[in-house]
């Protein structure tokens, strides 16, 4: 009985971080289009965040001696590089298709598994690999010569390679179990010192001294209506970032891995859908077809990739990983 309330228990926070992830986009594209820079809103996302999950930070400060290399891990790839380039992207393509071709995520990692780490591979992960491909194909419209912006297209795909790229790192340390032995690191912990990592390297590339600050204290447009530009903000931090990870790494650990990154799926789906009803970014219905092969060929990749021996300590949207959960990429979750 406790198990099973601790699993339905574990649905409903997976369910939640999908939802929190899912609405980052959407917030965050009516302040890039009311003027704020891309990199602007990263840094204001991740440092606000930051500065909320600061005495997470402190409580769990050993970590910094014992993973020095997996908490800058996490804040270069999973938090900075998935948020700069997923945002950057958002200012050129429709937020479901940014989002989608981040969940190219397992399909690239099945790639480096194979081709790089030369480690075999299921049959079913090859499929996944396809369908994901081929989705992808549907959603951009290749037969139209690329409807899309071709170098936005370029900016999400890398947020889905710093995915890979924290999977990478991850995975290659999963032996190491950090100066106190045995005990992986604290997820909540490795996210606050992620952000932390992430606010200092954003820092210096956006420069948020040069931002317009007033900006914030304005309206945004978001389908047609006004919206304060400060409240979209908090929604970023607080919602789409401070509780989505907070939530995913929680159900990460009620659940398994495959099953919470299974439910992450969703976040594509409802970010696609909260674009269509508050920005009016409605796709076609080829679109929404290879949306749906994207979704089951991550889905499929993800159930077939090898596991770590150590045992999962992460997920990321779409990809398990050992080491921490990113739940995403954006890693961004990505998002």
């Known amino acids: 009985m406790h198990a099973s309330q601790g699993r339905s228990t574990g649905l409903g926070l997976a369910l939640v971080s999908a939802f ?7 917030a965050a594209k009516p302040l890039i289009e009311a003027g704020l820079a891309p990199l602007h809103v990263v840094w204001l996302r ?62 690239l990692v099945l790639g480096w598994v194979r081709f790089v780490q030369r480690r075999p591979v299921t049959r079913a992960a090859a499929v996944g690999v396809v369908l994901a491909v081929g989705g992808l194909a549907c959603v951009v419209e290749v037969w139209a010569g690329l409807s899309f912006d071709a170098f936005g ?11 890979v790229g924290y999977f990478v790192l991850s995975d290659q340390g999963a032996g190491d179990s950090g100066a ?14 992620g952000l932390l990592i992430g606010a200092a390297v954003l820092t210096v590339v956006a420069r948020p001294w040069g931002m317009d600050w007033a900006l914030l204290g304005g309206r945004a447009d978001m389908g047609g209506h006004g919206v304060p530009a400060w409240m979209l903000l908090v929604w970023i931090v607080l919602l789409a970032t401070v509780l989505a990870y907070v939530t995913g790494v929680v ?38 077809l ?29 990809v398990t990983v050992a080491g921490t959960p990113e739940a995403h990429e954006p890693a961004g979750g990505g998002r």
């Open 20 to 26: 929190a992830f899912g609405g980052s986009g959407v």
């Open 46 to 107: 991740v440092a606000g965040a930051a500065l909320v999950m600061l005495p997470v930070a402190w409580r769990h400060r050993r970590l910094v001696r014992e993973r020095p290399v997996l908490l800058a891990g996490f804040g270069l790839f999973a938090v900075a590089g998935v948020q700069a380039f997923y945002f950057a992207s958002l200012s050129r393509i429709p937020v479901g298709v940014a989002l989608l071709i981040e969940y190219l995520a397992p399909a």
């Open 153 to 163: 297209l370029l900016l999400a795909l890398g947020a889905a390679c710093c995915q």
């Open 180 to 193: 106190g032995g045995g005990e992986p690191p604290h997820p909540v912990g490795v996210i606050a010192y």
């Open 251 to 288: 159900s990460v650990r009620l659940l398994s891995p495959q099953v919470a990154g299974v439910v992450a799926c969703l976040e594509a789906v409802i970010a696609t859908v909260l674009a269509w009803v508050l920005l009016g970014e409605h796709l076609s219905a080829p679109q929404l």
């Open 290 to 318: 290879g949306g749906g092969l994207v979704l089951v060929g991550a889905f499929i990749a993800q159930s077939s990739a090898p596991k770590p021996p150590s045992g999962p300590v992460a997920s990321g949207p779409g």
